[in-house]
């Protein structure tokens, strides 16, 4: 069974472009959420879609925005990146609800340089 | 709003020793599910060990075990046995039941074992 892809492993943007970075669930899992990993925040939650639609937002800008696809496939995008927006970015995704723990990829690391 | 506190940034034990991550976390629900997440360099999150907290009984997964308290708002881990291959970084996470949908992370425990 396929674990959760994302796509892709590395990205050097520069500052004011956007990025768009990917994420394939577990096949099955309809639930998708999104983390953006720093050493001074530490893991911090960006938002959570299902089916379609988005259930949950954290306290990012509107620069950051997301979208799901039928087949679960989810795509966050960044626009106006800044500096601070170098992370890695970690999809996780769950066959509905968190509660039985989420299954993550091993992420997109994001430099704006 | 859920905090969670790793007080314990760095930790190293030996081989086939037993070592033990603290996690205490702050929350006003009564219903909740708490998680140890582990991060080794090939940075993908994996599942070692969750808890339900209306259960008092400790989770075990193996050489992992907890140590749950729920009214002091304690959730400790155990490694057992500690292999080198445990050698990551390790999160403890809260989630609510029939909330958010948002796991709140601690800010990590970087554990190293030693050959």
């Known amino acids: 069974k396929a674990g959760v892809t994302q796509t892709p492993r590395y990205l050097i943007k520069t500052r004011g472009q956007q990025v768009t970075l990917s994420c394939s669930p577990i096949s099955g899992h309809r639930s998708v959420s999104w983390y953006q990993q720093t050493p001074g925040q530490g893991l911090q939650f960006l938002f959570e879609?299902?089916?379609?639609?988005?259930?949950n937002k954290g306290n990012f800008p509107g620069r950051f925005s997301g979208r799901q696809f039928s087949n679960s496939r989810s795509e966050m995008n960044v626009s106006t990146l800044e500096l601070g927006d170098s992370a890695l970015y970690l999809c996780?995704?769950?066959?509905?609800?968190?509660?039985?723990?989420?299954?993550f990829g091993s992420g997109t690391r994001l430099t704006v340089v | 709003a859920q905090t969670v506190t790793q007080s314990q940034p760095e930790m190293s034990v030996q081989e086939a020793e037993t070592v033990t991550l603290s996690c205490t976390y702050d929350t006003s629900e009564n219903n909740y599910y708490l998680f140890w997440y582990k991060q080794p360099p090939s940075r993908q999150m994996i599942l070692v060990i969750r808890q339900e907290a209306y259960k008092q009984q400790n989770a075990t997964e193996n050489r992992f075990s907890v140590n749950f308290q729920k009214a002091a708002k304690s959730f400790s881990l155990k490694i057992s046995d500690s292999q080198l291959g445990d050698t990551a970084m390790y999160f403890c996470?809260?989630?609510?039941?029939?909330?958010?949908?948002?796991?709140?992370f601690g800010k990590g425990t970087k554990l190293t074992v030693n050959p």
């Open positions: 996470a809260f989630i609510s039941q029939g909330g958010s949908e948002k796991l709140v």
């Open positions: 996780a995704s769950s066959p509905g609800t968190g509660v039985y723990g989420y299954t």
């Open positions: 879609y299902f089916s379609e639609t988005q259930r």
